[in-house]
């Protein structure tokens, strides 16, 4: 009865390990879809979830200067 026990316990947290990051995974691709959408990458960042899945992808503002209307580069 113990190597049951065992055995649901550990396919339980697989279960809740694989759910964890099939979470993340679409978290980043929603966040991701909406910088697309909205042109966003040159600013700073519209929500928590963006801000948060830039900090895990590495990606910042890096020296990105955003244009402005009429196309040319906006002064700092």
Not at 5 to 26: P, T
Not at 31 to 45: C, F, H, P
Request: no cysteine.
């Amino acid at each position: 009865m113990d190597r049951i026990m065992v055995a649901v316990a550990i396919g339980m947290a697989l279960v809740f390990a694989i759910g964890v990051m099939a979470g993340v995974v679409f978290m980043v691709a929603i966040a991701i879809r909406n910088e697309d959408r909205w042109w966003t990458l040159t600013g700073e960042s519209p929500y928590v979830a963006a801000r948060g899945v830039r900090r895990l992808s590495g990606v910042g503002l890096r020296d990105i200067t955003p244009r402005d209307a009429d196309g040319q580069e906006a002064r700092r």
